[in-house]
């Protein structure tokens, strides 16, 4: 079984695969009379397809521990998949290249406080997988007509550990 080590999420690190959802260096400015700071477009939703329109949902997680044996990954072809932890608890986000319509060897990152994933649409990645304890998470995706899944199991699965 390959090893694969958890790196810390960084916006360059993850951009092969989507985007960091955070606020630090985000574009931001005051609204609401100055009484709320909104920061802005941080993060690209993708919609394709028929009747496609965007979801709005909140996932509430198990957690997983460490190390993880890494089994399967999914992608959707047919839109962006976006989750924002609703705590400051950490997850983490297991995301791989597409290499003529299969994952490439996946990359592990562990999320910080304040810091969310948008991950592009036909990325593939891992489940939602919260550590520590049982999470919620703001999910936006897509809706509509149309498969917008597809799994991946890896013939031999692959040990994600903390470096």
Not at 64 to 73: A, I, N
Not at 96 to 103: H, T, Y
Request: a negative charge; glycine letters at 10%.
């Amino acid at each position: 079984m390959s090893t694969i080590l958890i790196e810390p999420l960084t916006a360059q690190a993850f951009a092969p695969f989507g985007q960091v959802i955070e606020m630090a260096g985000a574009n931001h400015y005051p609204i609401n009379g100055g009484m709320t700071e909104r920061y802005h477009d941080l993060a690209r939703v993708e919609l394709g397809g028929v009747h496609a329109r965007p979801l709005i949902s909140i996932f509430r997680g198990q957690p997983y521990e460490l190390p993880l044996t890494l089994k399967l990954v999914e992608r959707h072809p047919l839109g962006s998949q976006a989750f924002y932890p609703l705590s400051d608890r950490p997850f983490l986000v297991v995301a791989a290249e597409d290499v003529s319509g299969v994952p490439a060897t996946p990359r592990a990152f562990l999320t910080g406080p304040g810091q969310g994933v948008n991950i592009a649409m036909n990325t593939w990645h891992g489940v939602l997988t919260a550590l520590e304890a049982a999470s919620d998470f703001l999910v936006v995706d897509r809706g509509g007509d149309g498969n917008n899944l597809e799994e991946y199991s890896f013939p031999m699965p692959y040990l994600v550990r903390r470096a």
